[in-house]
């Protein structure tokens, strides 16, 4: 099993642009969660999907938005890119979530995107 | 509000001397913590989770909830410890859940 796998490796795309990144769970996972983490920070949540949903969301504009598909991959979108979008981008994956159940996530090695 | 603080940007220390680094929390419910570690040109992965009680690679972490805090210690630092760690902590519920990061220590072992 190779883990949780993100791409691209590396994205360079300039102000105004959209971009899409994507991120295949950890075998047996369904659940899917993505960060995002600036230069000298630690990662800042998104939102989470899971069956398909968006579960959980973060404190993001509404230029970022996602998806999960049937085999529970899932993409991240951004819209009108700017500058201060510039980070490594992360997805985590954790198994099926239980009523109560808080799981530990599992990370891919991020997608690294450049906002010129 | 959720907040994780890590007081210290960066550490160094010997080989052979402890180390511990510093964990603070603020959560009004039942936290439950994590320690996360990145190694140069590695992925973001999991150290320890508090509700294990697991020692992995001499690294221990002891959740104190009269402190909010939740320490990561080691008694002999070793040089391939120095890495990035990031503390965590994941709250939520059945309608989904989050992990809320600390900025991270960046931990330097020298010889």
């Known amino acids: 099993d190779a883990g949780v796998t993100q791409s691209p490796t590396h994205l360079i795309k300039t102000r105004g642009q959209q971009v899409t990144l994507r991120c295949s769970p950890k075998?047996?996972?369904?659940?899917v969660s993505w960060y995002q983490q600036a230069l000298g920070q630690g990662p800042q949540f998104i939102f989470q999907?899971?069956?398909?949903?968006?579960?959980q969301r973060g404190n993001f504009p509404d230029r970022f938005s996602g998806h999960q598909f049937p085999n529970y991959s899932s993409e991240l979108n951004v819209n009108a890119l700017l500058l201060g979008d510039s980070a490594l981008y992360l997805c985590?994956?954790?198994?099926?979530?239980?009523?109560?159940?808080?799981?530990?996530?599992?990370f891919g090695p991020g997608t690294r995107l450049t906002v010129l | 509000a959720q907040r994780v603080t890590q007081p210290e940007k960066l550490l160094s220390v010997f080989k052979g001397a402890p180390v511990e680094l510093k964990c603070n929390y603020s959560?009004?419910?039942?936290?439950?913590l994590f320690w996360y570690v990145q190694y140069s040109r590695q992925r973001l992965q999991l150290l320890l989770r508090?509700?294990s009680r697991e020692s992995i690679k001499g690294f221990t972490a002891d959740l104190n909830k009269g402190e909010t805090s939740f320490h990561l210690k080691k008694p002999f630092a070793q040089e391939e410890d120095s890495a990035m760690y990031y503390c965590?902590?994941?709250?939520?519920?059945?309608?989904?859940?989050?992990?809320?990061f600390g900025e991270g220590t960046q931990l330097t072992v020298n010889p």
């Open positions: 985590a994956s954790s198994s099926p979530l239980e009523r109560g159940r808080r799981d530990t996530q599992y």
């Open positions: 075998s047996g996972h369904d659940t």
């Open positions: 999907y899971y069956e398909e949903e968006e579960r």
């Open positions: 959560y009004s419910g039942s936290p439950e």
């Open positions: 508090h509700i």
């Open positions: 965590a902590l994941i709250w939520g519920g059945a309608s989904g859940s989050r992990l809320t």
